[in-house]
């Protein structure tokens, strides 16, 4: 809502500066803000006369003005062709520093002195315009500031309402609110109409079909209007607050609306037929062409005013263009109705038309406003347009809306507060907010709420209205909290945050990325699950929940790669959803890891050489992780994919963990333009969390010393060292601790052999010191295993 | 003179002239040779010693040794002093660059939530979780949000279908809290939550929420004010100065918008609290009756209070970040910086 400060103080006392009021009404729960002005302060632009103006010597387009600024009559060179003598204009003077940056300088403009400037409204950045110098009114004071003058006009107010506030989306409405600042009155203004003899029944009728869309419809008529331009002071009214003044008629309506708040609506009474209004819900398909030009189908939610023929208007929306005041309209039907808040809502959402009235009865209008509004139009009217009013009024009130008796107990307000308010102070409050008081007694006070709160409906309601009145600041804060002692541990959150911190100790990055991703991201990976589509996307871009973290870390990669930010160690933790129709949102949530390497693995360094990426180290991501949530072991399980050059499924206690894979080169190439390797894994975080792990057990340490052997072989090529640490393992005897494989070596060959394994094995012996002949049995047994059950050859 | 008192002669001589040796070479070997060259003091005290009866022997071997030692000890620390000095003349560059460990970066959004998870769980509340993907019910319904009510203006909502949404907030994990269990509840609630608005520098499709709740007999807006200002002066800092403005929100009632004095700038005015000196930072109220009704929890009973904010909106103000895009982006030169 936009307020001018001058126009309100219309309707009380406002003993406040703006920047004041702007505070008093945001501490009421109304976020005010006062519009800047680029003039605001500006010193050395002062309201000049325009006394003389001859053609420039020298130049045609110019022109040589007197004026006169009260102390001092000075000569101008203007180039505006608006320029005119008696003007009252903004005149900067010589030393000036204009809001667009110009200092101004004494010049000769083709020879002639030039003792100022004759500003143009961009110049001063009031706007864009620079068709002609700005012109003030006839009584602007020569010789003032161009800032104190604008001022007088008031300061532009943009009051950011909250949606259970419909009253104050008026002057009368935030003047209420001042009146609870200052205890000063509210002055409603009087709206005398002066009625003819003929009665209003003899040109119009009203029948509501649907009296739950339409509670309350009421009309009059004013016969022999003149449209014509407003006013000035009507135009400028309603230019202070940024709406366009159109002709008198239409001006005293949006005036009343923006004074009352009560939208109101005004028709050609040529234009409706058959001295009827009806209120009905519209046919589904019915086609209107409303007053902005545009075509629209409806449907049965949309309420309309017809006449007796067609529609003349959609209810509390728009009008429709057949009925719209015309230049040469002479007699007006005005329209003040109370419309159901659900239904306009509707009408406006299906319509995708937000307007002035429907903002406001969407959120409730006065249902008992809806005279007063009807006769301060009807008066307005007269007053600006002339005409006479038929006598009396159309009112269609079938089932007046009843407000019920609402008890606020005093000891409720301070129990919720925790602070004792003087009752007094409580009940004139409620007074001031035009509560009716239908009892009070030390324990409760009865009241009905005035007809122009829809959001009082309740002792809470009252209960917000004292504390936002009395002052959020008055009350204090309990310096003594209650804190309620926790049996139940945060499980799930600890080790999901135990994760991060141990991936990101690892040395990788987070990155958080968009959860609304393309179709063609959603058919990525292992085994894409149906996604969720979104109804009303943003774009074709963003219309599914993601079913896989791994597009979106490929694309922050590819990002990255753009920047040259080719070494990347990447994670994210967070759901992805999946298409589920026996869940109760239609939807299944998995919370993933996703990691994320392509590029050097070490930060480049003078100490060390640099590291390719490769997809054993996110397996040792993987081994490490498992090792530190206290699972004894995954299962790696090699599975083919057509978008994983490799790819290696993870299983731990019989789950399906996750996997780790180089993404196919070609895929990479063709879908994402990156020619580097790039290496991910995505593991269910739920296997980790929802599964309790034991507690860690210690293990003793050996006291006994170990033996260390090496074992080098040729193998042959299909040989895994899976298979060939199984083996060392099965035939290492008792003692044999740890398979540790160190070295892959492929340089020469031996027998057809082309690579060589180098394992470095650890025997021990809990209770004594092991012999070393001992070990060389173990070792003879290990070296028989590998050469006859493997083919391998000692090295 | 017997042998004991020409051994503890030597030995002050010994001591005399270590106080004076040079730092040189020459004259550290010119100490030694005198003390235990061949034909040095010691020596000679030995030779002498050889000739002695074994009971004498027995009288002077461990002085002897002793001074022995003492003199060994003597030019070690002595040959030693000139090693270092020669090592310490060698240039060390130690302008060459630290080895800098190479650990990763959280999120600044991450650290801003775990900031403020971790103060509030010292004060008791437990973490709690919902799904992103929510019934209209209870991401509006249960919290008096009604269809076709103005207050869903508040919230453009990304549907799935007429009765699914992309949860607007993290407030229905309240409501499936509330639902399944019985007061006293103390929870918080992190999460990520979708809005259907245009992306730019100040706005992005989601945010990261964290919302408290805490639900029991006595609960005032004193206790709220109360929790809140703690929170802020453990977040933001003591000296924040803490603002609470009526303001309206459908499951609060009566509800409030929480500003904190601009930490940043000292209250003075800066671009980050566009001048004003005042930083918006949360939402909060007392639970709306209606929402208890509509949980089962009996509104003359119980109260409680709740309050909301965005932990994106936080880390950009708290930064001095402009554009929330960057959050989302994954450029590692800015991941790199927190």
């Not at chain 1, 006598?391 to 269609?396: E, L």
Request: glycine share 6%.
């Amino acid at each position: 809502m936009i307020i001018n400060t001058k126009w309100l103080e219309k309707y009380t006392e406002v003993p406040f500066s703006p920047a004041e009021l702007e505070e008093r009404l945001t501490s009421l729960g109304l976020e005010s803000a006062v519009r800047k002005s680029p003039v605001d302060g500006l010193k050395g632009v002062v309201v000049a006369e325009v006394l003389d103006v001859q053609h420039h010597p020298n130049a045609d387009r110019l022109s040589v003005c007197r004026v006169n600024i009260g102390a001092a009559e000075l000569s101008i060179v203007c180039g505006a062709p608006n320029v005119a003598k008696g003007q009252k204009v903004p005149l900067a003077l010589l030393g000036t520093t204009l809001p667009n940056g110009m200092t101004l300088k004494p010049t000769k403009i083709r020879g002639v002195c030039s003792e100022g400037m004759i500003c143009a409204e961009d110049e001063l950045g009031i706007s864009d315009d620079h068709s002609g110098i700005m012109t003030l009114d006839n009584d602007a004071p020569v010789g003032m500031e161009l800032s104190e003058y604008l001022e007088r006009n008031g300061k532009t107010l943009d009051v950011d309402l909250t949606p259970n506030r419909p009253d104050c989306a008026s002057h009368i409405g935030i003047a209420r609110e001042v009146t609870l600042l200052t205890g000063k009155d509210l002055r409603i203004p009087a709206a005398p109409i002066e009625e003819s003899d003929e009665p209003v029944g003899n040109y119009i009728d009203v029948e509501i079909e649907n009296p739950v869309g339409c509670p309350r419809y009421a009309a009059r008529v004013i016969r022999g209007v003149k449209i014509a331009p407003s006013p000035v002071w009507l135009a400028k009214a309603l230019e202070s607050i940024g709406l366009r003044s159109i002709n008198n008629v239409v001006d005293a309506a949006n005036f009343v609306l923006m004074e009352t708040g009560h939208p109101l609506h005004t028709f050609d009474y040529r234009n409706v037929h058959g001295k009827k209004i009806v209120v009905r819900s519209a046919a589904e398909g019915e086609i209107v062409t409303t007053l902005d030009g545009s075509e629209r189908k409806l449907t049965r939610n949309v309420l309309l005013i017809c006449d007796a023929e067609r529609p003349v208007a959609v209810a509390g929306i728009m009008g429709l263009a057949n009925s719209e005041i015309m230049p040469e309209t002479t007699d007006v039907l005005i329209e003040s109705a109370y419309f159901d808040p659900g239904t306009i809502r509707k009408g406006s959402k299906y319509l995708g038309l937000q307007t002035d009235a429907s903002y406001r009865f969407e959120r409730g209008a006065d249902p008992e406003g809806v005279i007063y509004a009807l006769n301060r139009l009807t008066s307005l009217i007269v007053e600006v347009a002339g005409g006479k009013v038929c006598r009396g009024i159309i009112d269609r009130y079938p089932t007046p809306i009843i407000r019920s008796e609402i008890s606020v107990r005093l000891k409720r307000i301070f129990g919720l507060l925790d602070i004792r308010i003087d009752p007094v102070w409580i009940r004139e409050l409620f007074q001031k907010l035009g509560a009716q008081i239908v009892a009070a007694d030390p324990e409760k006070i009865v009241l009905i709420s005035p007809s122009f709160r829809p959001d009082l409906t309740r002792e809470v309601d009252y209960i917000e209205e004292v504390v936002r009145v009395y002052g959020m600041s008055n009350i204090p804060s309990a310096r003594r909290l209650q804190i309620q002692p926790i049996v139940d541990v945060h499980t799930r959150h600890d080790l999901v945050e135990k994760l991060r911190t141990t991936v990101c100790s690892y040395g990788y990055d987070e990155v958080f990325n968009n959860s609304l991703v393309c179709e063609r991201w959603t058919t990525f990976g292992v085994h894409p699950a149906q996604p969720v589509k979104l109804k009303n996307p943003l774009s074709q871009d963003m219309a599914y929940l993601r079913n896989s973290l791994i597009p979106g870390m490929i694309a922050a990669a590819k990002r990255n790669i753009n920047r040259k930010n080719d070494d990347l160690k990447l994670f994210e933790i967070g759901y992805i959803q999946e298409s589920d129709p026996k869940s109760e949102t239609l939807a299944k949530e998995t919370q993933k890891l996703a990691v994320l390497i392509s590029g050097e693995l070490e930060e480049k360094n003078w100490a060390h050489s640099s590291t390719k990426s490769d997809i054993f180290v996110l397996k040792g991501v993987i081994e490490d992780l498992i090792a530190r949530f206290g699972f004894s072991s995954a299962i790696f399980v090699s599975e083919n994919n057509e978008y994983f050059r490799h790819l290696i499924g993870v299983v731990v206690d019989e789950k399906e963990f996750g996997y780790v894979g180089e993404i196919d080169p070609g895929y990479l190439k063709n879908d994402w333009d990156i020619e580097t390797p790039i290496f991910v894994m995505e593991l269910n975080v739920s296997v980790l969390t929802e599964t309790m792990r034991p507690a860690v057990k210690y293990h003793e340490l050996p006291v006994y010393p170990s033996i260390e052997r090496d074992v080098s072989i040729w193998v042959p090529e299909k040989l895994s060292v899976g298979e060939t640490t199984e083996t060392i393992r099965k035939h290492g005897g008792e003692y044999l601790r740890e398979v540790r494989f160190y070295d892959l070596y492929t340089g020469k060959s031996v027998d057809k052999l082309k690579k060589s394994f180098t394992f470095n094995l650890v025997f021990q012996a809990n209770d004594r010191t092991l012999k070393d002949e001992e070990v060389d049995k173990a070792m003879a047994a290990i070296h028989d295993a590998l050469t006859n059950e493997l083919n391998a050859k000692l090295r | 003179m017997n042998l004991l008192e020409r051994a503890e002669e030597v030995r002050l001589q010994l001591k005399n002239d270590l106080a004076q040796v040079g730092s040189d070479l020459p004259s550290v070997e010119n100490f030694r040779i005198k003390f235990l060259g061949k034909k040095g003091i010691i020596p000679a005290l030995f030779s002498e010693f050889a000739t002695l009866s074994n009971d004498a022997k027995r009288q002077f071997g461990k002085t002897l040794n002793e001074l022995k030692n003492e003199a060994e000890h003597a030019v070690n620390s002595l040959q030693e002093r000139l090693n270092k000095q020669e090592t310490d003349s060698e240039f060390f560059d130690f302008t060459l660059p630290g080895k800098t460990p190479s650990l990763g970066h959280l999120h600044p959004v991450t650290q801003t939530l775990n900031r403020i998870t971790d103060i509030f769980r010292e004060i008791g509340f437990q973490i709690e979780y919902g799904p992103e993907v929510e019934t209209d019910y209870h991401n509006f319904q249960a919290l008096n949000i009604p269809e076709n009510h103005p207050a869903r203006d508040m919230q453009d909502t990304f549907y799935i279908d007429d009765s699914i949404v992309l949860r607007t907030h993290t407030s229905p994990i309240q409501v499936r809290t509330m639902l399944k269990s019985k007061p006293p509840i103390r929870i918080l609630a992190p999460g990520r939550v979708y809005r259907n608005e245009a992306i730019n520098a100040r706005s992005y499709c989601l945010f990261h929420q964290i919302e408290g709740l805490y639900v029991d007999e006595h609960v005032t807006f004193a206790e709220l004010k109360g929790t809140i200002e703690y929170f802020a002066k453990r977040f933001f800092g003591k000296n924040v100065i803490i603002r609470f403005r009526p303001s309206f929100f459908p499951f609060t009632e009566p509800s409030a918008e929480v500003d904190v004095s601009c930490y940043l700038c000292g209250a003075k005015g800066c671009r980050v609290c566009k001048h004003t000196g005042w930083l918006e930072i949360m939402g909060c109220g007392m639970v709306d009756p209606a929402v208890f009704a509509e949980v089962g929890i009996d509104p003359e009973k119980y109260t409680g209070y709740a309050f909301g904010m965005g932990a994106d909106r936080i880390a950009l103000q708290k930064y001095g970040i402009d554009d929330i895009r960057l959050f989302f982006d994954g450029d590692v030169r800015f991941l790199k910086q927190f």
